[in-house]
């Protein structure tokens, strides 16, 4: 069973022991207390609370750690304290971990965790008290993680520091929005070789910085370059060289490419899906050339293309 909730009497859930999904969102009268509501749900096996910086760490201590079939838990921009998030510990089953936008997040905070085996996903945002040098730290501690997000304030440094890091299980890095950095953090990539996913959203790179961290990157099956304002087509056709096992692959609203860059993608073997939203400068001709030389392609997003019309001549 789940249960949605943004509004309402929350004392209800501590009588429902099959709950199985919590979600609560926009609940600014709740607060802390809301932690109260949870204690016992020993079924729960995903939580998601997003209620801003009205959340604060009462009661968070004795009812969270009640939680122990959890394996999915949510607190996305809420504002805990550091000491609170260690209780994160006793979730032993925990496989998904999302932190983004809590600014308490630091690397010490990863020292608590190494209880957590069975986590995979981590998502987190940078802030003031996590540096890039607590990749070291974020390695060491959860060497098993294999899908990293990371928002906010991502720059060349950050890049290094994650290149550096012995992270043997990841597999999905997302540097979400990351306008910080360039051609020279993008470079510091290319030893994640294991790597089958990979987003550098907004980044400032040009076709030096992209090919540089693609070149080793074999396995790659997901890219996300939306928003990459300083690609080009030659970007495009020189990255492709080294994308033979990709299948998924978003280019939106990005002003530099046309028509030309969609003749070598429509000859990648296996790409299945390819997101071009907001791109001004493709056209029909373009288009035409991936549904006559990738027809294996399932998914084609040309929302807000200008260029494309509903002219259908051949």
């Given at each position: ?298 998914f084609l997003d040309l929302s807000y293309c200008p ?8």
């Open positions: 069973a789940s249960v949605p909730i943004s509004s309402g009497p929350l004392h209800h859930l501590t009588r429902m022991n099959s709950l199985e999904i919590v979600s609560v969102s926009n609940m600014d009268r709740v607060r802390s207390n809301i932690w109260n509501f949870l204690h016992g749900l020993t079924a729960l096996e995903e939580l998601s609370i997003s209620c801003g910086p009205h959340l604060t760490d009462e009661n968070i201590a004795s009812n969270l750690t009640t939680l122990t079939s959890l394996k999915i838990l949510n607190l996305n921009g809420n504002n805990h304290s550091e000491p609170s998030l260690r209780n994160i510990s006793a979730l032993v089953n925990l496989e998904y971990l999302d932190l983004s936008g809590v600014a308490s997040v630091s690397g010490q905070l990863f020292e608590h965790f190494t209880s957590l085996t069975a986590l995979r996903r981590l998502l987190l945002s940078v802030t003031d008290q996590f540096a890039p040098n607590d990749m070291n730290i974020l390695a060491r501690c959860l060497p098993q993680l294999e899908y990293l997000s990371l928002y906010d304030a991502v720059n060349d440094q950050w890049c290094h520091s994650i290149g550096l890091a012995s992270f043997p299980n990841l597999r999905h890095l997302f540097l979400e929005d990351s306008d910080a950095i360039t051609d020279t953090g993008a470079q510091f990539l290319a030893p994640l070789s294991q790597l089958e996913s990979l987003s550098l959203s907004g980044m400032e790179i040009t076709e030096r910085g992209l090919v540089a961290a693609l070149r080793s990157m074999e396995s790659l099956t997901y890219l996300d370059l939306h928003g990459c304002h300083m690609l080009d087509d030659e970007s495009i056709i020189a990255a492709a060289s080294h994308l033979s096992e990709l299948v998924h692959l978003r280019l939106n609203n990005n002003s530099g490419l046309t028509d030309r860059c969609l003749e070598v993608l429509s000859a990648l073997p296996k790409v299945e899906t390819i997101s071009l939203a907001k791109c001004p400068n493709f056209t029909n001709k373009g288009i035409r050339n991936i549904a006559h030389l990738a027809p294996q392609v399932s260029g494309i019309t509903n002219d259908s001549g051949q």
